[in-house]
């Protein structure tokens, strides 16, 4: 029996090219319309694992679902990188001339800017999803609107590409963790990633204390975020990932970490995957 997934927004979105790249199968998916939804799918066990975007290589991390995976306990227990291609899409026999309107999600809309600019007669509309957009456009038939989107959601709804790659910078890319409710299924000897978050006290040089405790252990820094703590004005919690060659090195470090810092946690342990 396939694993159901969950991921944010409907098939052709970016969500779902990742469930296809990552498993590599017909995934079973479960289309949620919301982050926020997607963790509910796991947690309610309508879905065994889910496809999360984390962060943009232009518009950096999204902050809410570092507190997402944290506040509910999930384990990230894989990663992957998909190049966005955005593409502008229309009803079969529609001209760009033909287009009032363009409708897509407001991200979307922002990385396509350069090209929009050129056609000031064209109305730009935010939308909820790329994919869903596409959808809409496509079951009802609707003339004058385009929508942006991947060509997967061209080739599910039915539409024609007229500008295809569309977007400002060509190499634009979006990190998605693979989410679970349990630990990682790889072999240590294989891992070679994590994600921890830990607090610190409010001291001179806690933080870099702690970074030369991961040179000293062998570990390279790849990603530093933090994060307020909404409890405590000015306090922060940090979420890091950290690649390493050998697990025993990371073993080291993390028992060190635990006695330095504060609610020291490990959000995943996974297999760094090549950018693709």
Known sequence: MKEKIAIQGIKGSFH??????YFQENVSLDECLSFEAVVDSLLNNQSQLAVMAIENSIAGSIIPNYALIDKNNLYIIGEYYLDIVQNLMVLNGQKLEDIQEVHSHPMALLQCMDFLKKYPNIKLVEDKDTAETARRIHQNQINGIAAIGSKLAAELYDLNIIAPEIQTVNNNMTRFFILSKEESRVPKEEINKASLKFELDDTPGSLATVLNVMTNCKLNLTKIQSMPIIESPFQYSFFVDVVFE?????????KILQIMTNHFKVLGEYKNKLIR
């Open 16 to 21: 779902h090219q990742v469930a296809l790249k």
């Open 246 to 254: 050998k697990y025993k090195h990371y073993e080291k470090a993390t």
